[in-house]
């Protein structure tokens, strides 16, 4: 036992939470969530009534989900890893503002698009679910892609949030037909703890 416990699937958000846990240097154990099945059980609603992955499980026995979440966590615990960059700098506060633009905009959309059934109670209006949210993404890829210094979204230094965006951004290739986006994301493919994650959880396929 490490100390930390991911719970993860492959080809979800998790990839994330592993990438900066490579990026921090910080040992951990894998308990790897299968197909859906897995993330019904009781002893894993326990740990996440939502019945979603990314679950990491600190030392303290403390249990965070949510992707965004567990990486601001992971960076107050451990400011010296630089996933971010220092507090009360304006550079943290950009790096923070597109994660949680990231969050709560793109992400939600990609699971619209991928799974537009859970979106409505009528088979009918799936497709323009899915055909919407793919034009949410394009809208939002385009918003990030202008506010990109390059390469990296504050320029030479990579931090956590440009990970999320090159995960998303594998979720949907039309960004990566954007210059900034396709850069962003090859820059920070070149990261060996950033590309073992990427291998592990299926990217790139």
Known sequence: MTGYRLYWKKGSGSMVVEAALRLAGLPFDEVRIENA??????????LNPAGKVPVLAL?????????????????????EKRLLPPRG???RNIAVQWLI????N?????????????????PSTEAAIRLQAG???D????????AIEGPFLLGQAMTITDVYAAMLADWHRPALQLPEIRELTARVLENPAVAEAWRNHGFGA
């Not at 992707?67 to 992971?74: F, H, P, R």
């Open 37 to 46: 099945a897995g993330l019904r059980p009781p002893e894993f609603l326990a």
């Open 59 to 79: 030392a303290t026995g403390q249990v965070i989900t949510e992707s965004a979440a567990i990486l601001l966590a992971l960076d107050d615990e451990f400011p």
């Open 89 to 91: 700098t304006p550079a």
């Open 101 to 104: 633009f990231m969050a709560t």
């Open 106 to 122: 793109i992400y939600p959309a990609a699971l619209r698009y991928y799974h537009p059934e859970r979106h409505t109670a009528d």
């Open 135 to 137: 034009l949410d993404m």
């Open 139 to 146: 809208r939002d890829f385009a918003q990030l892609a202008d």
